[in-house]
């Protein structure tokens, strides 16, 4: 799940070298996040149908191969073509991560444990947030950015290769479900409804904050990079605390609501930093407890919801959604960002989060009446 969003996290993270080096607009480097997420949208139903069909070996081996070269190729971009291009096939290995891990937990993962197991998973996504804005940031100031790239371009590679001589092979395809265990059109609807400005909202506080904290703040290229580790460990926490809160699929339905209401809270507190900059880094920590630990809990549903043979599919129609939003979201704000209208920005994320927690909410009121 890490390496699969490593290019997104560095490509934020290491933003203020990138417009630097490669002479960048904001509005510029929020097109990598879009055209990574327009691919990983598109591909994600095709690539949930593969994963059904191939299993989670083979589906990981080549989620891996495709981060590394990936990383690769945006280590080595001399302009802004080639890293577009780079971060489209950054699109397939996004596209491939929550089905093809999903798909793992719902073949083998006893049904108590799910919730717990899901949450490690995707608190991988956090804990690559928070390598890239400690370590790999502090390596881009000796090294330049380029170095960082390929380090974890040579790790994911070593990964796919761990996976190909370490795990078990796949197992044959079960017989399909019958049509009253698949998982229902309605709930699959919600899920991918919320994740949509759920996704704009993430992705412009993940693209832009290391940005904003440089010529807003006036904070070091190293210090604003620690902001998205800062994200990343409070993202851990709060997606691990999201498994013991969801024990039942009742009560996890109710999570997304509770946890978009505290993602409007944290993000008013990046317009008032403006003027009190230390306040940024209580909103990067709220972000990453409230806002990131509610994909976690959407994968969840899938789950309980999902049987295993449709795992992969199901969970990629959810992540297209989330995807979708990841793709729309920074280009608007990149277009605050160039006019120097940072309050705009973070006020246009704030009402993502509100549309997405209406929408759960309504969610929820529906399901109850």
């Known amino acids: 799940m890490g390496l699969s969003m490593m ?8 933003g203020p070298r990138l417009v630097e080096s490669l002479s960048l607009s904001p509005t510029l480097l929020g097109l990598t996040t879009t055209v990574s997420c327009a691919v990983a949208t598109l591909v994600s139903p095709l690539s949930g149908r593969m994963v059904d069909q191939a299993g989670p070996k083979r589906s990981l081996v080549v989620l891996m191969t495709t981060a590394a070269a990936a990383l690769l190729l945006i280590g080595v971009a001399p302009g802004p073509v080639v890293l577009l291009a780079s971060v489209a096939l950054g699109g397939l290995a996004q596209a491939l991560a929550n089905p093809a891990t999903n798909k793992a937990i719902a073949a083998d993962a006893p049904v108590e444990r799910r919730a717990l197991i899901t949450s490690v998973k995707q608190s991988g996504v956090q804990l690559a947030a928070l390598i890239v804005g400690l370590p790999l940031a502090w390596l881009s100031a000796a090294a330049g950015w380029r170095a960082a790239m390929w380090v974890m371009a040579a790790v994911a590679a070593g990964a796919a290769l761990w996976v190909t001589l370490a795990l078990p092979g796949d197992r044959p395809e079960q017989a399909p479900a019958s049509r009253t265990r698949l998982l229902p059109r309605g709930t699959v609807v919600w899920l991918l409804a919320f994740s949509v400005p759920l996704g704009a909202g993430i992705a412009c506080v993940n693209t832009y904050i290391a940005l904003f904290a440089t010529e807003k703040l006036g904070l070091g290229n190293t210090e604003a990079a620690a902001l998205v580790a800062v994200i990343g460990g409070a993202g851990i926490i709060g997606r691990m605390a999201c498994s013991r809160a969801a024990r039942s699929p009742r009560r996890t339905r109710q999570l997304p609501a509770l946890l978009l209401a505290g993602s409007v809270a944290a993000t008013l507190l990046l317009v008032f930093a403006a003027q009190l900059s230390p306040l940024i880094w209580c909103a990067a920590a ?40 990841f793709a729309l979201g920074p280009p608007f704000f990149g277009l605050l960002a160039t006019s120097g209208d940072w309050t705009a920005g973070w006020l246009l994320v704030a009402s993502e989060f509100t549309a997405a927690a209406l929408l759960a909410t309504t969610w929820v009121l529906r399901d109850h009446a």
């Open 7 to 14: 290019h997104f996290f560095l490509l934020g993270a290491l």
């Open 286 to 325: 709220a972000i990453g407890l409230c806002a990131v630990s509610v994909n976690a809990v959407t994968m969840m549903l899938v789950l309980h919801h999902s049987p295993p043979e449709r795992a992969g599919r199901d969970s990629a129609m959810v992540s297209a959604g989330f995807f979708a939003g």
